[in-house]
């Protein structure tokens, strides 16, 4: 069965830092890749994904990710964090025929002011 | 711009009562999915729904779950007997034909 990790399950920064949360799948076919947000109080948003094509695609809110299929990866990139970008991370992969995502366990960023 | 909507926000029940949690899913799309995510757990999914039929499920979705899109608008999951271990976070989300999917802000079940 195809699983995706989040090796970050916490991680504090402080404003302006940059930030790579990392996103790992296991499954040896063809993936569309997902990076969702979950502010406090708020529901589950996408940021970004990939389908096919160039494997660094960019999102929302400046963020970005980095699809290396040799190292069944998409980790999730901003250059420059800000006090609002506090929230939790999913990655997620649809692979196979079907439709449904499996999800990582989140990783929970807090932006010190 | 448009939302998944659910109601309710909470529900509390009791172990063995039957619970229906609904979901209006975004107009246009063709789609629609039940995750659930425990405490302190990743998110599950539950099931996805197409053409008035169950298109995929998971283990989890066993014969006390099952779902309905009664009229043009709603999209329920029906749990029949609730059991303690069915405390989670119920979301519920649509997509289009491309897999994006957008979330509703979830249900809260509390089984006592």
């Known amino acids: 069965a195809q699983s995706v990790s989040q090796h970050n399950h916490h991680v504090i920064l402080s404003e302006a830092a940059s930030l790579e949360l990392g996103c790992n799948y296991s499954?040896?076919?063809?993936?569309?890749l997902f990076w969702y947000v979950q502010y406090p109080g708020q529901h589950l948003q996408l940021l970004l994904k990939?389908?096919?094509?160039?494997?660094l695609v960019k999102g929302i809110k400046g963020f970005e990710a980095e699809f290396i299929k040799s190292k069944f990866s998409f980790n999730l990139r901003k250059p420059s964090v800000q006090w609002s970008d506090t929230a939790e991370y999913f990655c997620?992969?649809?692979?196979?025929?079907?439709?449904?995502?499996?999800f990582g366990g989140g990783t929970r960023l807090m932006v010190k002011p | 711009e448009p939302e998944v909507t659910q109601t309710p926000s909470h529900q509390v029940t009791q172990m063995g009562q039957e619970v229906i949690l609904r979901c209006v899913p975004i107009?246009?799309?063709?789609?629609f999915y039940w995750y659930r995510q425990i405490l302190g757990q990743k998110v599950e999914f539950l099931v996805s729904?197409?053409?008035?039929?169950?298109?995929?499920k998971s283990e989890i979705f066993d014969d006390q779950f099952s779902v309905e899109r009664p009229d043009g608008s709603n999209f329920t999951l029906k749990i029949r007997s609730t059991k303690l271990e069915d405390s989670a976070m119920y979301f519920c989300?649509?997509?289009?034909?491309?897999?994006?999917?957008?979330f509703g802000p979830g249900t809260r079940l509390t089984v006592l």
């Open positions: 989300a649509s997509s289009h034909i491309d897999n994006e999917q957008f």
């Open positions: 499954y040896g076919g063809t993936v569309n």
């Open positions: 990939y389908f096919s094509g160039d494997p």
């Open positions: 997620a992969v649809n692979a196979g025929a079907g439709n449904m995502l499996t």
């Open positions: 107009s246009n799309h063709l789609y």
């Open positions: 729904f197409y053409n008035n039929e169950i298109s995929e």
